[in-house]
Structures are given as structure tokens and as C-alpha cells.
């Protein structure tokens, strides 16, 4: 034994030096832990030769190997932490070979089935992974490490593997994504195992209702938390090209573990949306409509599945697409409403009645109404007007359920974008291309559609939170409190141009039969916010001139109920009391607050609330004339309070025999509405060439160039332009109505003698100047002043 033993000794002095310095770092008894001064020594020595440090890495490896195989935990221990304190201390060029050994190291201990070992080889791996290397090394893979932290994660030991498995993924990407020489951790192999591994430790977070998504600190031992930060740093770090390679691993562990909608709650997907609001916080913004983009796209392969999944799929998009919509410019901002859209038409298509396709539908409008309202106001009004152009008119005798539905959605949509948009003007609010197809559709067959469209125009027009007040007809006008404001000067130009389409739409949509008090509510409220917001002398005769059509309409109308008749006339003396009020004609007002008193004696029926039914004696209102309004006394005053009411005491453009009745007692304003407005035809005079020439007007008889008519056009009111005019159209509409089409030909074809009769006129009258002597007698042949006397057309521009 001793000679055994002086062999052992004797062979131990010929054994290299940096075995020899391993050797002495590890003590008799493991509990004793590493010997400090002999690890200072093995430092010191590894520092002063670099080139020996794949050989002590080595040897470690096999120390520590030999010791798992006998299950000396203790000094595995020891070597793990010499390796560890070698790593931090040596950054020398030749650290890549120490690096391979250490990393033997590191997978031996993973491998082992002891806990503690598997922890101790992750906390070595997270150290390994904090350092900053000079060289990259190409050969290096982190397959294995990929795998074994993944395994680790889905551990059912307890919350201590779990953590140390996120740390270990963590540590991996840190170490990976910040070098594109390296290993590409983006590839699907790598992140089909990342991604499900923090996605199983978060589902179980009781973070999920905390809306404050903020970064947790790195030593949270609570293994769902942990995983979020993992989740937001790995998505931070993701690039444009490779952020497609999380949101997939994603959306597949949702589809697989049917997380979209949970079987013990299917309508609660908190974990969908917390997921996804994790990753658009953390996301680089510029690209977080890909997001989107993604989301939708699976949002399209889902397109035959249950309703409750793509109901959950739209409610995450609603939650998160608000995100997106601050980056998205141009294209992009229709494409996502272009595919709202396209997945709302779809769903009309699966069924109209089932209610799961209900919530979907409502789902998505509710994502539309999100994403627009984080848009400037001026995409708004793009988006109205592109699901405008989107939605099918509707036709009175070729329409189907489905076409219903296709227009209700789409109004809803329509009216989900229009809550998010605040008015400034109208003429920006209401383009042609938008207003006269909305108007179109104010008088849909249906009356839920109509309804719908009044409601739209509720939102755009009200601009000081006056809809609220006015959704219900009153006589209480003095209660309602009203925020009044002076109409600015572009808003009075819009009235006046687009008025008379305006007011036609909403008489036509009084006259349908079937109306319920909501419609004529809803009429009432339109014309009351557009009485508030363009309150003005300027266009109260045109609302007073409406009230009393709206009254005619109620007497005289055949199709009408009884009942509907009722509500039209509290619609006109509720407005009849809200115009005096709002524009402050005080002798009109007492006259309105006359038949309000006596309606109230006689007549209460005729005084608003609306009802759908009445009871079967009420006395009809053709029987009581003296409650009805009067157009004289409105028009007397009118005019004691300051205004002209000589338009107001003309026939009435509503009603029999005014604009826009065609045969068979139908209107078609969208036909009549143009009238004169492209050329005006007298029927009592010739056309020229120029009345089909766009921008030149031709000159009438009556209105030629004089001084005289010059000072007319300045000096004339207003009220007399709009009188003549209203008169040019009526004979234009007459003309059109019953001149035969040889007749408007003959009408519309340019004279070509004109010019030259001018210029005849013209030498004649020289002519005659130059025979005249210079007299007494002949100057006071002279009939007309100069100033008086006409232009010759040849001098026309």
C-alpha cells in the first residue's frame, strides 16, 4: 500500500500544471465548497496563458462528468462555479474554445434528472449569456438548449423549473438575436418551441385584468409574469421580417389548446386579449399594423368556423387595433376597412338570424369604430364615404333579406365611424359624393333603415351636444337649455346650396307609410339640430316653409294613418315653437305658444309625446281648423319680427303640384332635385348655343347689360333673387314635364344668326348717328341716356 501510494504520488508530479492547479480548487469534503486561494491560482494561471483555457475547460468537463456519473452533486457543484468564475474573469481572443467546454458543461448538467443541477446549469447559461463577445462563432448551436429550456418551462415540479426554463429562453435570445451571424433564432424550428412555452406559462397570470402593461423586474419569481417579460422583450427585439415568426406560433397555440374561446366560458377571451395587447405594446410601432395585418389574415382562414371563435378573433381586433391606427397612413387605413368590410359581408352570407353571427358582426363594427377613432378626422370622412360607396342601394321591388342585412350592417358601421368624428364644418362633413347618396338612402323601404341613416345625420350635425336634448319632440322648448351658437358664414352657404335636397329628403321620408313614431322622431330631431346649429333669418324661412308642407302632408295625404297624421302634426307645432325660440322672432312664438294652449283644451292628441296607437273617438285634426297653423298668420308674424315673408306666402314647394311630384303621386327628388341646375330652359323664349355650353349662362331679353340692370342685380334682396329663381325652375320642370321631345329639340338648337343680327343692329344705329346734325332739335331726338344705352353683344366676355 505505501509503495502504491509513494507510485501515485511520484506519477502526480508529472501530470500537466493546469491539471494539477484543477485539481487543488477542490476540497476532501464537497460541503467545504470551492478552495478560493487554489481558484486564484487557476485564474492567475488561465489569465497568463490564454491558450490553455480549452484545456481547463476541458478537463473540468470531464471532472464534472465523472462526478454527475457518481453522483457527487457536491463537487459537480464546485466545477460548475469554477467554470463560471473562468468565464467572467478570461475575455481573451481564445475564449470561443473555453466557451465549447463550458457549454459541454452546461448541457451535461441539463441533462441530468437532478432539479437542483438543471437550475445551477441554467443560472451558468444566463451568466454565459450576458456576456459581450468579440468574435462571433459561426459553428455554435443552441438547438439543444432551445429544446431542454422549452421542456423545462412545461415542467410540472414545481414554479423553481419552470422560472429557470424562461430564464433559460431568455438567455438564449439574447444571446442569438443580437448577431444575424449566429444561429437565426427566427427560424419556425426555434420559435414553434418559444413561443407555446412562455404562452403556457401565461395563461395561468393574475395579471390579465391589469391594464398597466408594465415591465416586471427581472427577479419576479412568478413564473407567468416572468413569461411576459420574456414574451415582450423576444417581440421588442423582433424586426420587420421576422415579426411574422412569433405572431404564427401564436396563433397556432390558440387555435390548437382552443384558447380563443374557453370551454368553460366561451364568451371570455381575456387571455386572447391580453396576449395581443402585450405584443402591440412591445412591438416596434411602425410595425404594428403587421399585427393587424396578421390577425386578419387569420381571421380570413377561420372563415368557416363557429361563429364564437371569429367572434373572439374581431373582439381582439377591436381591443387592439386602436394601437395600429396611429400608424397607418394612406393605403393601409382603407385596406383595414376594406377587409372589415369584406368579413362583414360575409357573415350575411352565413345566416341572419343565428346570434352568435350577431355578436360577430357587431364585433367587427366594433373594431371599425376603434380603429377610426384614432384617425385624423380627415380619414374619417374617407372611411364614410368609402363604406357609403360600399352599401346597396335600396330597390323597392327587387330587394332580400340578405340585401337588409348587407345595409343594416353597413349603416351601423357607418354610424360607428360617425360618433368617433367631431363636426367643424359641414360643407367638409357632408361632400356631394357623400350627402346625396346618405340622402338616398334616407329613403329606403325599410323603416330600421331609415332610421339609421336620421341617426347618422344626428351625430355629423350636432356639434354642442345638443342630440340628447332634442331626441324627443317637445313645446318645452325653454327647458331643454339649448347651447345656441351665431352659424358661421361657410355653414350658411352650405344650407343654401344643399338645403332644398336636405329638406325634400325628409318631407319624402315623412310621406312613407310605413313609419312608426321613432322615424318621425328622428325627422324631428334632424330638422331641430340643423334649426340650432344654422340658427339664422337666412334659413328660417325655408325650415317655416317645410313645417307647413309637413302640415299639408298631414291633412291632405290618403295613404297615411290616422295615427301617423297625429304625429306629423306635433312634429310641425313642436317645431313651429322651437324655430321662434332658437332664432328669437317673439311674435311667431306667442302665436305658437297660442295653439300649443289650445291643443292642450281641445286637442292633446296633436301635441307631442308620439304614439303608435289613439283612441278610436279622437276627432281628426281636419275638423279643428282653428288649431291647425295658418300660413297667413305664420306669414304676418313673420314679418313683425323683421323678416320677408314674401317667399313664406307663395304656394308651397312641398305637397301637390310642387317640386318633385311626378305621376302616380310618387316623389323622385333624386331626379327633380337636379332640375335647373345644369341649364334653364324659358318656355317662352328661344334657347342659344350657349344654354348647352357648361359656365356660360345666356343672356335673356328681360336681363339685358344695362346700367339700370346692374344696379338691380346690387341692390335687389335676396328674397326676390330666390323668388325668381324658384319661378325659373318651376317653369323649367313644367317645360320638361310636358314638351314633346321634338319641342325641346327645336328649344335647345343653337341659333346661328345671332351674331350677325347684332352686328347688323350695330352698323345701323352708326349709321344713323353719323346722318344726325349737331342741333338743338336733334339732341332732343335722343330718347336714351349713353349710360342706358345697351352693350352690343360682340363686346361680351
Known amino acids: 500500500m505505501f509503495i502504491l501510494t509513494r507510485c501515485c ?35 492567475f494561471y488561465a489569465l497568463s496563458s490564454p491558450e490553455k483555457l480549452d484545456r481547463i475547460g476541458e478537463y473540468l468537463y470531464q471532472r464534472a462528468a465523472r462526478d454527475i456519473y457518481r453522483r457527487r452533486y457536491g463537487f459537480v457543484i464546485i466545477a460548475m462555479e469554477a467554470m463560471d468564475q473562468l468565464l467572467l474573469a478570461c475575455h481573451a481572443p481564445t475564449l470561443n474554445l473555453f466557451v465549447e467546454s463550458f457549454l459541454k458543461m452546461v448541457q451535461k448538467l441539463l441533462e441530468s434528472t437532478e432539479p437542483e443541477l438543471q437550475i445551477l446549469a441554467t443560472q451558468s447559461f444566463v451568466k454565459f449569456a450576458n456576456i459581450e463577445e468579440d468574435t462571433p462563432s459561426y459553428h455554435r448551436r443552441y438547438d439543444f438548449f432551445v429544446s431542454k429550456f422549452s421542456a423545462m418551462c412545461h415542467s410540472a415540479e414545481g ?121 402591440m405594446f412591445s412591438i416596434q410601432a411602425q410595425y404594428s399594423y403587421t399585427v393587424v395585418e396578421t390577425l386578419m389574415a387569420h381571421l380570413d382562414e377561420n372563415v368557416k368556423s363557429s361563429p364564437i371563435i371569429r367572434t373572439s378573433i374581431a373582439g381582439v381586433l377591436s381591443k387592439i ?26 357573415s350575411v352570407k352565413h345566416g341572419t338570424s343565428m346570434t352568435e353571427e350577431k355578436q360577430y358582426q357587431e364585433a367587427l363594427i366594433n373594431a371599425l369604430g376603434e380603429f377610426a377613432n384614432h384617425l385624423p378626422d380627415y380619414q374619417k370622412i374617407e372611411i364614410m364615404m368609402f363604406i357609403m360607396s360600399k352599401i346597396p342601394f335600396p330597390l323597392v321591388d327587387n330587394h332580400t333579406p340578405a340585401d337588409n342585412l348587407l345595409q343594416s350592417i353597413l349603416l351601423k358601421s357607418l354610424l360607428k365611424v360617425g360618433t368617433k368624428y367631431q363636426t367643424i364644418h359641414l360643407n367638409s362633413t357632408f361632400p356631394v359624393s357623400f350627402l346625396e347618396p346618405l340622402l338616398r338612402m334616407s329613403l329606403a323601404p325599410d323603416p330600421d333603415m331609415r332610421l339609421l341613416v336620421q341617426k347618422i345625420l344626428h351625430t355629423l350635425i350636432d356639434r354642442h351636444q345638443n342630440l340628447e336634448k332634442l331626441s324627443k319632440p317637445t313645446v318645452n ?15 350658411l352657404i352650405f344650407i343654401n346650396k344643399h338645403g332644398p335636397i336636405i329638406y325634400d329628403a325628409l318631407y319624402t321620408s315623412l310621406q312613407m307609410d310605413t313609419n312608426t313614431p321613432d322615424n318621425v322622431e328622428a325627422v ?37 294613418s290616422t295615427a301617423q297624421k297625429f304625429n306629423l302634426h306635433a312634429l310641425v307645432i313642436a317645431l313651429l315653437v322651437l324655430i321662434p325660440s332658437v332664432v328669437s322672432i317673439q311674435p311667431l312664438l306667442d302665436y305658437a305658444n297660442q295653439i300649443v294652449d289650445a291643443r292642450k283644451q281641445e286637442a292633446p292628441h296633436l301635441l307631442p309625446d308620439l304614439a303608435v296607437h289613439y283612441p278610436a273617438n279622437t276627432e281628426v285634426a281636419n275638423k279643428l281648423p282653428h288649431l291647425l297653423v295658418d300660413q297667413m298668420a305664420v306669414c304676418e308674424n313673420v314679418k313683425s319680427g323683421g323678416l320677408d315673408p314674401s317667399r313664406l306666402a307663395q304656394t308651397s314647394p312641398y ?48 336681363e339685358e347689360l344695362t346700367f339700370e340692370s ?88
Open 9 to 43: 504520488g511520484c506519477c502526480s508530479a508529472f501530470r500537466p500544471r493546469y491539471k494539477r492547479l484543477v485539481d487543488n480548487i477542490f476540497p476532501v469534503y464537497p460541503q467545504d465548497g470551492l478552495v478560493k486561494n487554489n481558484m486564484e491560482k487557476l485564474t
Open 159 to 279: 414554479d423553481q423549473i419552470r422560472i429557470a426554463g424562461i430564464k433559460g429562453l431568455q438567455a438564449v435570445v439574447r444571446k442569438t438575436v443580437s448577431d444575424d451571424l449566429v444561429e437565426n433564432i427566427w427560424e419556425s424550428v426555434h420559435m414553434d418551441k418559444i413561443v407555446p412555452s412562455l404562452l403556457f406559462n401565461m395563461q395561468d397570470s393574475r395579471f390579465l385584468n391589469n391594464e398597466a402593461l408594465e415591465t416586471a423586474p427581472e427577479d419576479q419569481t412568478d413564473p407567468p409574469m416572468l413569461a411576459e417579460t420574456c414574451m415582450r422583450e423576444l417581440v421588442g427585439r423582433a424586426s420587420f421580417g421576422h415579426i411574422r415568426a412569433v405572431l404564427k406560433p401564436v396563433l397556432k397555440h390558440f387555435d390548437l389548446h382552443k384558447l380563443w374561446a374557453p370551454q368553460d366560458d366561451p364568451n371570455q377571451n381575456e387571455f386572447a386579449i391580453h396576449t395581443f395587447r402585450i405584443i
Open 321 to 346: 387595433i386602436a394601437i395600429a391606427a396611429g400608424e397607418s397612413v394612406g393605403p393601409s387605413v382603407l385596406e383595414i376597412i376594406n377587409s372589415l368590410l369584406s368579413h362583414l359581408r360575409d
Open 477 to 491: 322648448v325653454t327647458e331643454l337649455d339649448l347651447v345656441l351658437e351665431k352659424s358661421s358664414r361657410p355653414d
Open 524 to 560: 324631428y330631431t334632424t330638422l331641430a339640430l340643423l334649426c340650432v346649429e344654422l340658427a339664422s333669418a337666412e334659413t328660417v324661412i325655408d325650415l317655416l316653409q317645410l313645417v307647413l308642407g309637413i302640415q299639408s302632408l298631414a291633412l291632405n295625404s290618403t295613404s297615411l
Open 655 to 702: 305637397g301637390a303640384g310642387g317640386p318633385g311630384v311626378v305621376a302616380g303621386g310618387q316623389r323622385n327628388s333624386w331626379i327633380e332635385n337636379a332640375r335647373g341646375s345644369i341649364i334653364e330652359i324659358n318656355p317662352t323664349q328661344e334657347v342659344d348655343s350657349a344654354s348647352s355650353s357648361p359656365g356660360v349662362q345666356r343672356k335673356l331679353p328681360e
Open 710 to 797: 346692374m344696379k338691380k342685380v346690387l341692390t335687389e334682396p335676396a328674397e326676390t333673387r330666390k323668388e325668381a329663381e324658384a319661378r325659373r325652375r318651376k317653369q323649367l320642370s313644367d317645360t320638361f314635364r310636358t314638351a314633346t321631345f321634338s319641342e325641346l329639340v327645336r328649344r335647345t338648337q343653337p341659333k346661328h344668326d345671332v351674331l350677325q343680327n347684332k352686328l347688323n343692329e350695330i352698323f345701323k344705329s352708326l349709321s344713323a348717328n353719323e346722318r344726325r346734325s349737331p342741333g338743338e332739335n336733334d339732341k332732343k331726338k335722343i330718347e336714351k341716356p349713353a349710360y342706358e344705352q345697351n352693350f352690343p353683344e360682340l363686346f361680351f366676355y
